[in-house]
């Protein structure tokens, strides 16, 4: 072979490295690309999880707070109607005792009269 020849050929193979060379690198600058665009969105997914976390966060302490202001409210109203069940009851005793003191007289006063008879 001669040099010429085998110049020819180098010459070629160097061609076709420098092509396979360029193809790679455009191909590198793409998956560059690729991976800057998957770390922006990386990014921005982040943020909105934090910012979810956070809301969530704060809703659960609203919730919480709720739940102790309708438990606070309940606790009050439960007090209040003990209160008025009492006062209906110390109500009931009264009318019994009145009742009775009724009946008593009535009695005392069947006992003079059949005291009478006798």
């Not at 966060?57 to 438990?71: G, I, Q, R, S, T």
């Amino acid at each position: 072979m001669t040099t010429a020849c085998e110049f020819g050929a180098v010459e070629e193979e160097v061609k076709t490295l420098q092509e396979e060379l360029a193809e790679l690198h455009a191909k590198e600058q793409s998956l560059a690309s690729e991976h800057t665009e998957v770390l922006k969105e990386i990014g921005v997914k982040t943020q909105q999880l934090k910012d979810a976390l956070e809301k969530k966060e704060k809703l659960m302490l609203k919730l919480v707070e709720e739940e102790k202001k309708a438990l606070k409210k309940e606790k009050k109203e439960m007090e209040e109607q003990k209160k008025r069940d009492k006062e209906e009851m110390l109500k009931l005793v009264e009318e019994e005792k009145k009742e009775l003191k009724e009946k008593e007289r009535v009695w005392e006063g069947k006992g003079k009269k059949f005291s009478a008879l006798l």
